[in-house]
């Protein structure tokens, strides 16, 4: 595994809640609409259109995670990529997202 | 005894002082009855022709005698004889309608005031044509000859001459002259001609009855009355709003049609009752909502295709009636006919109705052809409804009869979610059943069948889901037998959810207030709606609910890892000999000689087969137990049969492939199949659990049970707390209904709900997480806490007290949560206080979030 900063720990987020975590760490789960040199630009699982700036893994699939610092309310600086394959269920993660940001955000940060 | 009968009634009847119930109920004997067979051809239908019994009978009022029509909804009084010659019966609801020239007296509803008497007077028929003697003087002599000193009246104009036909024409006299007196004032009526509707009838004997009516020779085709020209023989309708004693749908008719100069009113058609079309009436015209609006269904069958498509109709009154088209008619009324509006229908034909199909309250039904008029209405005519529903009580279901319709409406409690149900014919269909509670204190289970699971019933669940109790109305929803009294929806059932109805209203109320927390008896058995597949649990739950420990066998979901497997016997000897269909599998004993004994077949088998049987542990959050799995579902989890594994041990002895199959199998996460259950084993009674079905765990379905566990968890956290009001302390009470929870109102825990999980779920969870101090297995959610303030557990619970190394977390924990201090409470997202140490009638999540606390 790669070097893996774990001082802060990240916030699960989604399109909509990214907002509220600029500049902290966060993750979240995109599936890849274009592929770039230096940034990949996903959707979220709520339907927005975020960019992760970094280097993608290659090969890269269909949904991969990201894990990194917030730069504004639709970029993420990735420091950690993983691929998540193909196949994913996007509404019960942002499911997640809802509750990890919600009442029990306490249970996550 | 003394029977006085209505003295001049008939010769009321026959003047038209006296049309309806609503002028006179009489008292009048039967002379006469006699059946006769009507048959009603039906060609469009391509029926049989039915044929209808009908009675006829000669009315007596001790001095004339008067022909009326039995209605076929009282023919039993005839068969039963309470209805015979020589009774003295009270017409209560009654029509009189001219038919070729004779009055003619429907009845629809009367009561037999004696079974039978002698006759009394010497009545006599009623003279046909010159019943001017009859009437009452200072008439100008015959009703014919004077064509009108009505000159003044404003007439519109027609037929003054006309009227001279045979029979005179009966002019209806104004209202306002009769006050119920036989007494035709001529001369009076002529002054107010224009105030009412005069109208004429078709001549002869019974307008005899008219006196005075010079002016009879007109017909009086004033605005307000609308008289059309078709065939005198048949009565009309007419048309009086401001006329009392004359039924407001008696028109006036022609028939004059080769006489000449006729003014074809264009006064607005006189509109009648729905309860009173009969098939005796000719000409007639209805003002009705259209309820429903049947589907264009296409038919095949001996005459070639066809096409057909109902409606039903609702009027002011109340009365109900189907309207149907059939081929071309469809074309010319299908896009016009819309469901909620109103229409004026005329000129349809009218047939007993089919009371298979429909089911509505009226013995006939309207067949529209291409000379029907559908009028829509314009403006909207509040008196009459929009839907009319005869609610029954759940309590009432439980003693009809299979197959009937019924109208209900209640408060759903529970709903399942869609399944798919193979039908007979082989088509897959859609079903989901809920549960209805009403003020009798019963719920019924109600099937939604085909659409409405998707769309009512999706809606529903939502509603459901988000901890609202929605009332259900249903409208035509059949009663059958399973188990219990069930509703069921059929294709002309209507559903509506939250309707704006009083009843719904006050279902509500007596919801919010006391239903929610009375227990429910149901009239439908409660045999497992739910599939069994779908009966989650977790493996304490086994032991804490007892189940295996009744008659029957308990069959449940649960998902856990396999902790360990007892490889020693994973299988045994089976004899293969086939016992019919089905192997004998009993277990063989070597003979020795290489040959396997089968007790059972009696017989010797060279090879024997091997089957599985594993005995293994599986673990989740809650706990460990022991479970077996046979052959089925055995050869599903290792993934190999059992014959080449028993092989590869002992044969081959592939220790090294066997510990490979084996290492995968371990530890991961399935979904079992349990059918639970209790034996007696020497003297020791033991709860034995077998694998039924294994499955890998389907992680994204897993994951939105949980899910839904966690919004039920909320959902409920709201119950206790937003329902008692005499909260003391650290309750945060109302806030929380609009913290953090979107909007959902807040439903009392479990205790009425059924979700699947049962009230002591939550104590399991709860359980774990906070030692044997929380142990409750009924949470009731009366309990109060004095210490907390919270229901659900009393004080020796009261996680705020618990002692032990965990009261540290719990403390803190429920002082977060009570003081309502730092977490998070001014973002608005405030853990509510029924949280994991709080409340141990909740549903705890089996996320391991204890380990993060700690």
């Known amino acids: ?109 | 005894m003394e029977v006085n009968l209505t003295a001049g009634a008939v010769s009321r009847i026959i003047s038209r002082e006296v049309s309806t119930e609503r002028d006179l109920k009489p008292l009048l004997q039967v002379i006469e009855l006699k059946e006769v067979q009507t048959t009603s051809k039906n060609p469009q239908q391509q029926q049989e022709p039915r044929k209808s019994e009908r009675y006829r009978l000669l009315l007596s009022d001790g001095s004339l005698t008067q022909q009326g029509m039995l209605a076929t909804s009282k023919n039993e009084l005839v068969k039963s004889s309470k209805l015979q010659v020589g009774s003295v019966v009270q017409l209560t609801q009654y029509l009189c309608n001219v038919i070729q020239d004779r009055m003619i007296v429907i009845i629809i509803e009367l009561e037999v005031i004696v079974n039978k008497y002698d006759i009394i007077g010497k009545p006599v028929a009623a003279p046909r044509s010159s019943r001017l003697t009859q009437v009452p003087t200072d008439q100008p002599g015959a009703v014919m000859p004077q064509a009108n000193s009505l000159g003044g009246s404003s007439v519109g104009g027609i037929m003054s001459d006309k009227l001279n036909t045979a029979g005179a024409t009966l002019q209806q006299p104004t209202m306002n002259h009769w006050q119920g007196s036989s007494r035709l004032n001529e001369s009076e009526q002529i002054r107010n001609p224009s105030a009412n509707a005069p109208n004429f009838y078709p001549k002869t004997d019974p307008s005899a009855g008219f006196p005075g009516s010079s002016p009879t020779n007109r017909p009086f085709g004033v605005q307000s009355t609308g008289f059309n020209n078709t065939r005198p023989a048949a009565s009309r309708p007419q048309s009086t709003s401001n006329f009392q004693s004359i039924p407001s749908y008696q028109q006036p008719s022609p028939m004059y049609s080769n006489r000449g100069a006729v003014s074809k009113n264009e006064a607005p058609p006189r509109i009648i009752p729905i309860s009173a079309l009969n098939p005796y009436q000719g000409r007639w015209t209805i003002k009705a909502r259209v309820t429903a609006k049947g589907e264009l269904r296409r038919y095949n069958n001996a005459r070639g295709e066809g096409k057909v498509f109902s409606f039903d109709l609702l009027d002011s009154d109340g009365g109900e009636i189907r309207v149907t088209c059939f081929n071309a008619v469809v074309d010319q009324f299908y896009n016009q006919i819309e469901a909620g509006k109103i229409y004026l229908i005329s000129r349809g034909s009218l047939k007993p109705a089919q009371k298979a199909f429909n089911h509505l309250n009226n013995e006939h039904e309207i067949f529209l052809d291409s000379t029907s008029t559908v009028q829509p209405c314009y403006e909207d005519d509040n008196r009459i409804p929009r839907q009319q529903f005869n609610f029954r009580t759940i309590t009432d279901i439980e003693g009809m009869e299979n197959n009937t319709m019924v109208d209900i409406i209640g408060v759903v409690s529970f709903i399942s979610p869609a399944a798919s149900i193979m039908r007979k014919n082989g088509m897959e269909t859609q079903k989901r059943t809920l549960h209805l509670r009403d003020m009798s204190g019963r719920s019924v289970e109600l099937t939604l069948w085909g659409s409405f699971c998707n769309a009512e019933g999706q809606k529903l669940q939502s509603l459901c889901d988000s901890g609202e109790f929605p009332v259900l109305a249903v409208k035509a929803g059949r009663v059958s037998e399973f188990n219990g009294k069930v509703v069921g929806s059929i294709s002309t059932t209507q559903l509506f959810i939250d309707p704006d109805f009083p009843e719904a209203h006050r279902l509500k109320e007596w919801f919010v207030s006391t239903g929610r927390n009375t227990p429910a008896v149901s009239i439908s058995r409660e045999t497992s709606t739910v599939s069994r597949a779908d009966d989650r649990k977790t493996l304490s739950q086994i032991k804490d609910e007892k189940l295996g420990t009744s008659e029957k066998p308990d069959w449940i979901t649960v998902v856990a890892r396999i902790a360990y497997i007892k490889l020693d016997n994973f299988c045994y000897t089976a004899c293969p000999i086939m016992n019919g269909d089905r192997q004998c599998n009993k277990k063989v004993t070597n003979n020795g000689d290489g040959k396997w004994w089968c007790d059972k077949c009696d017989k010797a088998v060279d090879e024997c087969d091997y089957r599985y049987i594993i005995q293994f542990q599986i673990h989740d959050h809650t706990g460990i137990i022991w479970v077996t799995a046979f052959q089925e579902s055995g050869q599903d989890l290792m993934g190999v049969s059992a014959k080449d594994l028993y092989n590869l041990r002992y044969e081959n002895q592939d220790d090294e492939k066997f510990m490979e199959i084996t290492r995968q199998v371990m530890f991961n996460k399935y979904m079992f199949k349990l059918k639970v259950k209790e034996e007696i084993f020497s003297d020791e009674q033991r709860v034995k659990s077998t694998v039924v079905k294994v499955e890998k765990v389907n992680f994204s379905s897993d994951s939105r049970h949980l899910l839904d566990l966690i919004e039920k968890i909320k959902t409920n956290d709201l119950g206790p707390s937003a329902s008692k009001a005499e909260f003391t302390t650290p309750n945060p009470g109302p806030d929380y209904a609009g913290v953090g929870i979107h909007g959902s109102r807040g439903i009392a825990p479990t205790a009425s709900r059924e979700y699947g999980l049962p009230v002591n779920q939550g104590g399991q969870y709860g359980n774990h997480y906070s030692g044997s101090r929380l142990r409750e297995s009924a949470p009731s959610i009366d309990i109060f806490c004095n210490s907390c303030g919270v229901t659900g557990h009393s004080s020796t619970n009261c996680p705020t007290i618990m002692n032990g190394p965990l009261q540290s977390v719990g403390r803190d924990y429920s002082d977060r949560m009570y003081s309502g201090a730092s977490v998070g409470r001014g973002s608005g997202t405030d853990f509510s206080s029924g949280g994991y140490g709080g409340i141990p009638s909740q549903q705890g999540i089996g996320l391991g979030c204890h380990e993060l606390l700690v």
């Open chain 1, 1 to 109: 595994m790669q070097d893996m900063d774990i001082s802060s720990p990240a916030a699960f987020v989604n399109g909509g809640l990214l907002r509220m975590h600029v500049g902290r760490k966060v993750r979240t789960v995109l599936q890849v609409t274009r592929s770039d040199i230096g940034s990949v630009m996903g959707r979220s699982t709520d339907g927005c259109q975020l960019v992760a700036k970094g280097s993608p893994p290659v090969p890269l699939t269909s949904y991969v995670e990201v894990i990194g610092v917030a730069e504004n309310e639709n970029t993420i600086r990735a420091e950690l990529w993983t691929n998540f394959g193909d196949t994913f269920d996007a509404s019960n993660y942002d499911k997640l997202c809802q509750l990890a940001n919600g009442e029990l955000k306490h249970l996550f940060l």
